[in-house]
């Protein structure tokens, strides 16, 4: 009699251990499934921030968010970020505070493959990726630099020069009084914009350069084509006009303008209604360096140490992100969508 009310019992035993299971199973098929993971960074504007003796190279995505450094190191800063035309790598200054070792270096957004380009003299001002392959067939990188002379010393101010992606096929294209400081491209590649500034004339002017290539002799060259800033415009008496953006897709030149101590502010000028140039306002509490987005729709800019974006026309401004320590120039959003 004990013997059957244990192997009964054993039976009980096992039937409660399997409905236990397939109720257990039922009700975890019924539990929502796992959320999936966040999507991946898709970094689209880049810019610096400053930190403990040194300047960090930085990614966002368009609407501010994933924020995070690309380049970051003690004792160097890292400067002027600009996009490669498919947004996979950023260009950008850097300057070595201990060594004072200044130059321009390439790296891809994921912070792999970082390589100096070309050494350099100065590297407070912008660089500019070509957006097009040019004549000979290689991507460039315009710059301006204090030229070397040939007993080692340095020229008194700055010239256009243009660089491969690997360092070679340096090309010096302009040699004017004018310090030549911030550089662009066109769209198509035949053009480049510059910021320049002549001690016994201020305030800044902006002048275009088309440039040109002769396949025989394998040269480059730059001829001026004038300024682009109106005579007697507001832009001409104004204390400072400095070049921000070239457009990417059309013949606006986003710049930063100071018309008396304090705040600057954004306008554009339309370089494709020459002559005289069209000029637009397009804020007026304030607003730093600025650049367009792939489809010039849009234009993001920093205000007081915060990142905004607005509308091309200068409406619907809204901020995004407010990084600590913020370069005050250099935020730049990539060519391709």
């Known amino acids: ?17 399997a409905i236990t299971l397939l109720l257990g199973a039922l009700a975890w098929a019924q539990k929502k499934p796992p959320k999936p993971p966040p999507p991946p960074a898709d970094p689209a504007i880049a810019y610096c921030v400053s930190g403990p003796q040194q300047l960090d ?8 968010s994933n924020q995070r ?22 260009v950008f200054t850097r300057c070595n505070l201990k060594t004072n070792e200044k130059g321009i270096y390439i790296v891809n957004v994921d912070g792999t493959g970082l390589r100096k380009v070309v050494d350099l003299n100065y590297v407070t001002h912008t660089v500019a990726w070509s957006p097009v392959q040019l004549g000979d067939g290689n991507y460039k990188i315009a710059f301006t630099d204090r030229a070397k002379l040939p007993d080692g010393t340095l020229e008194a101010d700055e010239d256009l020069f243009i660089v491969n992606l690997e360092g070679k096929g340096l090309v010096k294209l302009t040699d004017t009084p004018e310090q030549e400081w911030e550089v662009d491209w066109s769209p198509s590649g035949d053009r480049i914009a510059i910021e320049t500034y002549n001690p016994a004339a201020p305030p800044c002017d902006l002048v275009v350069y088309q440039i040109g290539y002769d396949s025989i002799s394998d040269k480059f060259s730059a001829t001026l084509l004038g300024s682009v800033i109106p005579p007697g415009s507001l832009l001409d008496i104004a204390m400072d006009v400095s070049l921000n953006d070239w457009a990417k897709t059309q ?56 990142v905004w974006v607005m509308n091309s026309d200068g409406s619907g401004a809204k901020q995004i992100a407010a990084p600590r320590g913020l370069y005050f120039k250099g935020l730049n959003w990539r060519r391709n969508l």
């Open 57 to 64: 190279l930085m990614v966002m995505n368009a609407d501010g």
């Open 69 to 90: 450094a690309i380049v970051s190191e003690r004792w160097v800063d890292n400067l002027n970020p600009d996009w490669s035309p498919d947004g996979t790598q950023l």
């Open 251 to 306: 013949g606006k030149l986003l710049v930063n303008v100071l018309m008396t101590q304090g705040q600057p502010d954004l306008w554009t000028i339309d370089v494709s209604y020459l002559p005289p140039p069209f000029l637009c306002r397009l804020t007026f509490t304030g607003a730093g360096f600025g650049s367009f987005s792939p489809d010039d729709l849009k234009i993001v800019f920093d205000k007081a140490g915060t």
């Open 1 to 17: 009699m004990k013997r059957k009310v244990g192997v009964f019992s054993l039976f009980t035993f096992l039937g409660l251990l």
